[in-house]
Each structure stands twice: as C-alpha cells, then as structure tokens.
C-alpha cells in the first residue's frame, strides 16, 4: 500500500499509548475532525492539514476517524502495557478499517450488522 501513498503517513503516540496515523495529503482541512473530538485534541496547522495539537487529552474514541469524510486519519487505542504484539506497522490501521469495511465478518463484526444463526428445527 506505501507504493501508493505520496508522503509517509505521520505517526503520533500519545502518553496514553494511542496511535494516531495522519495521510495528511488526503486531508481537505474540512475540520469534521476537529469538531466532532469531544476532547479537542486535534487542530488544523498553518496548511489546514490535520495535526494531533494536545495528544495528552486523546481518549481514542475515534470520533476522527469515523468522521473523516477523506480517511485522512486513523486512530488504534493503546494496549496494555507489557501486551505481546502490541507494535502496529504505519498502514496497520488502515489495512484493518478497509478489511472490516469490506468483509462484516472479520474481527467478529458479524453480531454487530444483526447476523442471525438460522432456527434449528423443523415442521
């Protein structure tokens, strides 16, 4: 996928071990982002491009993320700490939300969408 990209995403970790990962050459500076962060984390830069302003007061609710109209931003919340695994690649969380979005079923998102087991039985 980094083929693809113009620029390296930028990566932000914050002191509550959230990653953030900006494609900030997807970014429109449409400030949905910015409104919707109940925390006001994140601010618009001096190229109305997304930047994590206040990392410190990130509560990865990935209000962001799910708003962003360009998927200029993603955000994993943090693990615990001595966690195994705990290390995500630069287009980790991207690859994931675009397998999520594609296929319901992964990461057991199947009870989420209202699957349903059929009934047993019969008359």
Known sequence: MKKFLLQEP??????????FTLLRHFCKGCRICVEF??????EL??????????????IACRMC?????????????GRVQGAEGSR???????????????N??????????GSRQPAKGGS
């Open 88 to 102: 995500v690649g630069a287009a980790g969380g991207v690859l994931d939300r675009q397998a999520r979005a594609m």
């Open 37 to 42: 962060c109940p925390t006001r984390t994140l």
């Open 45 to 58: 830069d001096d190229r109305f491009k997304v930047k994590v302003a206040y990392p410190e007061k990130c």
């Open 65 to 77: 993320e799910l708003r962003c109209p360009d998927l200029a931003i993603f955000v994993t919340k």
């Open 10 to 19: 930028t990566e932000v970790v914050t002191p509550g071990g959230h990653r």
């Open 104 to 113: 319901p079923q992964v990461a057991g998102n199947a009870k989420a969408h």
